[in-house]
């Protein structure tokens, strides 16, 4: 087991904080990486930019709230911390609830308060931000002695922080250069920012663009050697052997090496998109339990038979796209020289039950793991007033004020509200100064985690779609909710209602 301390991760984290200054984040978090044993880095390197080395650990946010009182003295080490949430998240099968918060219970009791602290924000993601991963990429560079370039390339094509930082520490710029884009290890997929209308969008990627089909499915990256083939997530998780039927679509290609960017999705008898919950609980089980076909639709090509596609302009790669794959397995695609043409595209897909369109600009390379302007994404924005029925203080960066914010529909049969989701989405630190304040005069209730507020403040939010939800009282639920503006000049009564959320919802 390593020597690090946990508390010298958290008392960095901390000051990392604190500090105002780039560079002396910077140095601060290389000081860290430094002392660091061979065995911690993974996880260490991990906890500095705010997450886990585990995706997944089983752990919600109800399991945070009851903690047990804090140790008096630090003892805990990176190494033991990290074994502790190893076990945590391998925790499965009959009585694994109870077994986790054992489990839990007995590591928090292990970590004093300053530990419990960044723990939660570990566990429940609150401290992940990209701006974290961008400062260690440059002190892993300061560290580890090596260009910073080569630290953010090898970032990008492997997607893994964590195992940048092992081969930039331990093997320096050799190992890092060993890094590149290789047939069956997923790269972070390239990220298309948002516009509120396809005219905003062609000024983003100019004329003539290709608008594609926004597919509302799971993002997919399928590699192929021969006949191997692994299918990766937008988080490149590797779920291959769920989507046999994906599997076997990309193996019976004429093809000998490649690598895809697409969607998969679920359709109904007519073909029409299935509702992206259907997709996403298929995804997350294997085949034979749910019958539910995932159809594959590709849009871009990263490799082929030996070659690199990544810095060719899209033009190049989805002409070889198309000439490889049969047009069914391509996602639906126009190329545009008017905003006119580019709208009739839009209306088009939605019409036809798809999410939205994809704006592409056909120059541009494939940025790994970026968001630039290259692709831009256009929907149908939903918006609603909602009424705040309750308000969870924040972690980490938002300790001290009030953040995620419980969101209730009015019913108008009972007078009450209906809850449909919660956000924290969208907030600005002016926002959530004012928010805080706001709250703590209309609380009726804190319990130390939640306070329940009296129905009064409306807010107005964005979401993209009505979601069914066995976790909300009105068994629905709004997706991807962020927060756009407070209403002063509504009452709750004024509110929109459960009706008009389930209308928004197609009737559910
Ligand atoms: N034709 C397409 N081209 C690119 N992305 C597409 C296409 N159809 C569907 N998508 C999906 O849209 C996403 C593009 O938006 P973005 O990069 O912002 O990802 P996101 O954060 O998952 O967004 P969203 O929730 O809007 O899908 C891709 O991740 C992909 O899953």
């Not at 949430?85 to 499965?92: P, R, S």
């Not at 203080?393 to 509200?417: C, I, V």
């Not at 703590?440 to 804190?446: E, H, Y």
């Not at 009105?474 to 756009?484: E, H, K, S, T």
Request: charge should be neutral; aromatic fraction near 4%.
């Amino acid at each position: 087991m390593g020597f690090v301390r946990f508390i010298d991760i958290a008392a960095t984290s901390a000051a990392v904080a604190r500090t105002g200054g780039r560079k002396a984040k910077i140095e601060l978090l290389a000081g860290a990486l430094r002392r660091l044993a061979d065995d911690e880095i993974a996880a260490g390197s991990a906890y500095l930019a705010g997450e886990l080395r585990q995706r997944q650990t089983g752990v919600g946010h109800a399991g945070l709230r009851e903690r047990p009182a804090p140790a008096a003295e630090p003892t805990l080490t990176v190494g033991a911390v990290d074994a502790a949430i190893a076990e945590i998240a391998a925790v499965a099968g009959t009585g694994s609830q109870a077994r986790r918060r054992q489990l839990l219970g007995a590591l928090f009791a292990a970590a004093t308060t300053d530990e419990q602290r960044l723990l939660v924000g570990l566990f429940s993601g609150e401290l992940r931000q990209g701006a974290q991963a961008g400062l260690l990429a440059e002190a892993i560079a300061v560290a580890a002695q090596v260009p910073v370039a080569a630290v953010r390339r090898s970032l990008l094509l492997c997607g893994d922080l964590k195992q940048v930082a092992v081969a930039a520490l331990t093997g320096g710029a050799p190992a890092l250069a060993g890094i590149g884009l290789r047939v069956g290890t997923p790269l972070s997929p390239m990220l298309a920012q948002s516009a509120p209308d396809v005219g905003a969008a062609l000024l983003a990627t100019g004329t003539p663009a290709v608008v594609d089909t926004k597919l509302d499915g799971i993002r997919i990256q399928v590699h192929r050697s021969g006949d191997e083939v692994a299918v990766f997530t937008r988080s490149l998780d590797d779920i291959t052997e769920r989507l046999p039927e994906v599997v076997a679509a990309v193996r019976a290609l004429p093809l000998r090496e490649v690598v895809l960017d697409g969607e998969a999705m679920a359709l109904d008898e007519r073909g029409r998109p299935r509702p992206f919950q259907e997709t996403s609980s298929r995804a997350a089980t294997r085949g034979k339990s749910n019958p539910l076909a995932l159809v594959p639709y590709f849009f871009d090509l990263l490799h082929l038979d030996g070659a690199d596609l990544l810095d060719e302009p899209g033009r190049v790669r989805w002409a070889a796209l198309a000439d490889g794959l049969p047009a069914g397995l391509i996602v639906g695609r126009e190329t545009v020289g008017t905003e006119e043409q580019a709208a009739a595209a839009f209306a088009a897909a939605v019409g036809a039950g798809q999410e939205g369109v994809v704006v592409k600009a056909p120059d541009a390379s494939y940025d790994v793991g970026r968001r630039g302007s290259a692709w831009v994404k256009v929907k149908p924005r939903h918006t609603l007033d909602l009424v705040v029925l309750a308000v969870e203080w924040g972690h980490g960066r938002r300790r001290g004020w009030l953040s995620n914010l419980h969101l209730g529909a009015r019913d108008p049969r009972t007078g009450g509200f209906v809850m449909l989701g919660k956000t924290f989405k969208g907030l600005t630190d002016e926002l959530l100064r004012w928010q805080t304040e706001r709250f703590k005069q209309l609380a009726v209730d804190d319990d130390g985690w939640v306070v329940r507020v009296r129905p009064e403040q409306v807010v107005e939010i964005a979401f993209d779609g009505v979601q069914t939800s066995p976790r909300y009282p009105g068994g629905v639920a709004l997706r991807f909710a962020r927060v756009l503006r407070y209403r002063e000049d509504k009452t709750a009564a004024e509110a929109d209602t459960i009706d008009a959320v389930r209308a928004i919802g197609g009737g559910l």
